[in-house]
């Protein structure tokens, strides 16, 4: 091929690769922006940051932590509310644990940042017998350190990287095994009573934490401890939603909305509601019975057509 030929090919090769590129960064702002906008919405529907909070981010080294930690980042330089952030590892003495990754990131930020160290993994490949599933050990032992640090820190909100996957996931989980009606709140008190634990990541979906961390090139540190349990309960369930999820287009959704629309006076909780008092006033109730409410699965419905229904 001669040098007349391989130009104009070298420059259509070019123009190509330039539109590919900024079709690259269109999308990965527009995710940026998205995730903005749901991690600020949490924010403010639960009111997890206020004016002067020092917030401890819990960087694990996954996707889900250190896009929490640049969101919240970006969030601190353009929110109303003046806030600090501060990250904090905990280094649970794996073996082959990258021990420099997370710091030079850190550093490579500027985010003030707390490596702690504690021998959690020994304690819990010691107590769990093999093939034993070891999140809840572990989870259990990494909170308290987190408490711990939080209060050295002066840390006012802990920061973790839940997702909504997770909250949903968590839902199931404690509803066909646990028998409860119970999932991770965005906004609770931690369980020594001296902290306020917040999940700012509740309204994101885990694909597009995914996609956001690959865009952004992310040093993501593998979990070698729990990541290759193939037999998590945890890991079951989040396959079925994301089967869900694609047979069922919504039907996810409108599960997480369920959670933030709950009404407790029908659901069979005696702690809830003194069912033996239940007595007729003999006036009409707002909240009566609404078993009787529209059936959700007959959209499209019209009132007409449940009146003659009922009548008939």
């Known amino acids: ?62 996707k889900d932590s250190y896009g929490l930690l640049d969101i919240l980042l970006s969030l601190k330089h353009h929110a109303p509310l003046s806030f600090e952030l501060i990250a904090v590892n905990l280094d649970q003495k794996q073996p082959g644990f990258p021990a420099d990754v997370l710091p030079n990131y850190l550093e490579s930020r500027g985010v003030p940042f707390r490596i702690a160290e504690q021998d959690t993994y020994s304690v819990v490949k010691r107590v769990i017998p093999e093939g034993g599933t070891m999140c ?44 409860k009606l119970k999932t991770m709140p965005p906004k609770l008190v931690s369980d020594d009573g001296r902290h306020v634990v917040i999940r700012p990541l509740a309204y994101v979906r885990e694909r ?8 952004m090139a992310f ?69 009566g019975d609404l078993a009787f409410d529209k059936d959700p699965c007959s959209e499209g419905t019209s009132n007409l057509q449940i009146a003659l229904a009922e009548r008939d």
């Open 136 to 179: 809840s050990l572990c989870s259990r032992l990494r909170r308290g350190v987190l408490y711990r640090v939080a209060g050295e820190l002066g840390a006012t909100k802990i920061a973790l990287g839940h997702h909504r996957d997770d909250i949903l996931a968590t839902f199931f989980l404690n509803l066909f095994f646990g028998a």
């Open 219 to 287: 040093p993501i540190i593998p979990c070698n401890l729990c990541g290759s349990q193939e037999n998590l309960q945890r890991r079951q369930v989040a396959e079925l939603l994301r089967e869900w999820d694609k047979r069922y287009p919504g039907r996810v959704e409108t599960i997480f909305r369920a959670l933030g629309n709950v009404v407790p006076t029908h659901l069979l909780d005696r702690a809830l509601n003194d069912f033996a008092a239940i007595h007729p006033p003999g006036v009409p109730v707002q909240s």
């Open 1 to 62: 091929m001669s040098r007349m030929d391989a130009g104009p090919s070298a420059t259509v090769q070019s123009a190509t690769s330039a539109r590919s590129a900024q079709r690259d960064e269109f999308e990965v702002n527009k995710l940026r922006k998205r995730l903005r906008r749901q991690v600020g919405q949490a924010i403010a529907d639960f009111a997890m940051i206020e004016n002067g909070d020092r917030v401890m981010v819990c960087l694990s080294g996954g």
């Open 208 to 215: 597009d934490l995914a996609r956001y961390a690959q865009a």
